[in-house]
């Protein structure tokens, strides 16, 4: 096992730090009651760990507060200070200078599905959202600071998930590629009052969803446990949907602020949406002292790329966001990551009207190959135990392809899955062979 030596100019620095922690929790009334200090070395970064006793806090959330993790860092001199609450409550101090971030990432094409990449952090690690318990979220960046960029990879990574979209784009300079895109679910958004449309829209597909799941008596309670009962019973799942609201601050305010139509509608999709598989960004160039409340109370994850406000950027979880150079585009502060590059793509994979397919991995493009060649596209559990697979692993792939409408059960074949002709399309331009796309055997009762 490897040691770590840390230097004494190291542990002065934390004994400081330990120190000046547990005072700032007393001054306002918090105890600072801390079961261990750590100090190590991870990726080229010195951090402080400061694990607290969780059994003697009584109420956790005043110790998780992004506002205290501001004011943690005033109180220290302005060193980062990130909350870990994976097991229990821990202080991540850094006490090291920042590493660089590389100045461009390219958005991998490898990203799992279900998941929303945002970008890598300092250490390399991606930052990886799980879409079916994502939190809203609030992107913030001036013209060229990288965030026109990044709102389009989260479209774009939507749509490679099979996601519908609805896009607000005033200035007409964000999503213009998409216009007719067969994932759009309304045209995109091009006026105050078209944006406040598509958001009465998406709660008007809350209330669908509400009386869907209803009607079911599981009674589900989120999107994914309703289209694993839906698959179950071969019936359609639902699709999530992605709203985008670029400009939001500038739409906001035309339409009565915070208090105003747009407000209340955002605050109604904000609580709601979730449940029902609908998220929605906020992205804006700054908001305003009104708009600014609210719009972070309805987000659990804020990026600010470069900004002109800095009580703006400090407000919302993203200290120093004013000081990001104009040379470093996509380079943003999150208010739970720390410093992100986020992820790059070219305008041009969003082209117009074009057809993202999703990816497939390699394996299973192996097991898809061979069920067409050696099963007529019939797939079971007993096939890919046979073929190599887990019984669970291959249990949870044909759960997970069922739910993507690549195989399905024929009733008029045993009740046996088989590939559907919407994966044999996907399959089809990976092999350069258009017999793929004839051999997908869709069901009697096939999938869309």
Same mark, same amino acid.
């Given at each position: #096992?490897?040691?770590?030596?840390?230097?004494?100019? *190291?542990?002065r620095l934390?004994?400081?730090?330990? $120190?000046?922690?547990?005072?700032?929790?007393?001054?306002?009334? /918090?105890?600072?009651?801390?079961?261990?200090?750590?100090?190590?070395?991870?990726?080229?970064l010195?951090?402080?760990?400061?694990?607290?006793?969780?059994?003697?806090?009584? %109420?956790? !959330?005043?110790?998780?507060?992004?506002?205290? @993790?501001?004011?943690?860092?005033?109180?220290?001199?302005?060193? +980062?200070? &990130?909350?870990?609450?994976?097991?229990?409550?821990? &202080?991540?101090?850094?006490?090291s200078?920042?590493?660089?971030?590389?100045?461009?990432?390219?958005?991998?094409l490898?990203?799992?599905?279900?998941?929303?990449?945002i970008?890598?952090?300092?250490?390399?690690?991606?930052? /990886?959202? %799980?879409? %079916?318990? #994502?939190l809203? /979220?609030?992107?913030?960046?001036?013209?060229?600071?990288?965030?026109?960029?990044?709102?389009?990879?989260?479209?774009?990574?939507?749509?490679?998930?099979?996601?519908?979209v /609805?896009?607000?784009?005033?200035?007409?300079?964000?999503?213009?590629?998409?216009?007719?895109?067969?994932?759009?679910?309304?045209?995109?958004?091009?006026?105050?009052?078209?944006?406040?449309?598509?958001?009465e829209?998406?709660?008007? *597909?809350?209330?669908?969803?509400?009386?869907?799941? $209803?009607?079911?008596?599981?009674?589900?309670?989120? @999107?994914?446990?309703?289209?694993?009962?839906?698959? $179950?019973?071969?019936?359609?799942?639902?699709?999530?949907?992605?709203?985008? @609201?670029?400009?939001?601050?500038?739409?906001?305010?035309?339409?009565?602020?915070?208090k105003?139509? #747009?407000g209340?509608a955002?605050?109604?999709?904000?609580?709601?949406?979730? $449940?029902?598989?609908?998220?929605f960004?906020?992205?804006?160039?700054?908001?305003?002292?009104?708009?600014?409340?609210?719009?972070?109370?309805?987000?659990?994850? =804020?990026?600010?790329?470069?900004?002109?406000?800095?009580?703006?950027?400090?407000?919302?979880?993203?200290?120093?966001?004013?000081?990001? +150079?104009e040379?470093?585009?996509?380079?943003?502060?999150?208010?739970?990551?720390?410093?992100i590059?986020? &992820?790059?793509?070219?305008?041009?994979? @969003?082209?117009?009207?074009?057809?993202?397919?999703?990816?497939?991995?390699?394996?299973?493009?192996?097991?898809f190959?061979?069920?067409?060649?050696?099963?007529?596209?019939?797939?079971?559990?007993?096939?890919l135990?046979?073929?190599g697979?887990r019984?669970?692993?291959?249990?949870?792939?044909?759960?997970?392809?069922?739910?993507?409408?690549?195989?399905?059960?024929?009733?008029?074949?045993?009740?046996?899955?088989?590939? =559907?002709?919407?994966?044999?399309?996907? #399959?089809?331009?990976?092999?350069?062979?258009?017999?793929?796309?004839?051999?997908?055997?869709?069901?009697? !009762?096939?999938?869309?």
């Amino acid at each position: #096992m490897t040691s770590i030596t840390i230097s004494h100019r *190291e542990m002065r620095l934390a004994e400081s730090v330990s $120190k000046q922690l547990a005072n700032a929790l007393v001054r306002r009334k /918090l105890q600072p009651a801390f079961s261990d200090f750590y100090i190590t070395h991870l990726a080229g970064l010195t951090p402080l760990i400061a694990v607290l006793d969780t059994a003697r806090l009584g %109420d956790h !959330n005043p110790y998780t507060s992004q506002d205290l @993790l501001h004011q943690l860092s005033t109180d220290l001199g302005g060193l +980062p200070v &990130y909350l870990s609450n994976h097991s229990g409550i821990r &202080y991540v101090i850094l006490l090291s200078p920042l590493p660089k971030l590389p100045r461009r990432v390219d958005l991998p094409l490898d990203v799992p599905r279900g998941k929303l990449a945002i970008g890598v952090r300092f250490s390399g690690q991606p930052v /990886l959202l %799980d879409w %079916d318990t #994502m939190l809203h /979220l609030a992107v913030l960046g001036a013209t060229g600071s990288g965030k026109s960029i990044f709102l389009q990879s989260l479209v774009l990574q939507a749509i490679r998930d099979e996601m519908q979209v /609805l896009l607000s784009d005033i200035d007409q300079t964000t999503f213009g590629m998409l216009e007719g895109h067969p994932n759009l679910a309304a045209p995109i958004a091009s006026t105050p009052q078209e944006a406040l449309g598509l958001i009465e829209q998406a709660i008007a *597909e809350c209330d669908r969803r509400a009386e869907l799941f $209803k009607a079911i008596p599981e009674r589900p309670q989120k @999107l994914s446990e309703y289209n694993a009962l839906m698959v $179950k019973q071969g019936q359609e799942p639902l699709p999530r949907i992605l709203v985008v @609201l670029d400009e939001a601050s500038s739409v906001l305010t035309a339409l009565g602020g915070a208090k105003g139509a #747009m407000g209340q509608a955002l605050a109604t999709l904000g609580w709601r949406g979730r $449940k029902f598989g609908i998220h929605f960004v906020f992205a804006a160039q700054e908001f305003t002292k009104d708009i600014l409340g609210p719009v972070r109370d309805q987000v659990g994850l =804020t990026l600010c790329f470069r900004v002109r406000n800095a009580q703006m950027a400090e407000r919302m979880g993203c200290k120093r966001a004013e000081h990001i +150079p104009e040379n470093r585009p996509g380079l943003a502060i999150s208010n739970r990551h720390g410093p992100i590059q986020t &992820y790059f793509v070219e305008a041009s994979s @969003l082209g117009q009207g074009q057809k993202l397919l999703p990816s497939l991995n390699d394996l299973e493009l192996t097991l898809f190959t061979r069920a067409q060649r050696e099963t007529s596209g019939r797939l079971s559990i007993p096939i890919l135990v046979g073929w190599g697979q887990r019984e669970r692993a291959a249990r949870q792939m044909l759960a997970d392809w069922e739910l993507r409408g690549w195989v399905l059960r024929d009733p008029q074949r045993d009740n046996a899955r088989y590939i =559907t002709s919407k994966l044999a399309e996907i #399959m089809s331009p990976l092999h350069g062979d258009a017999s793929y796309r004839q051999a997908g055997q869709a069901p009697s !009762n096939p999938a869309r």
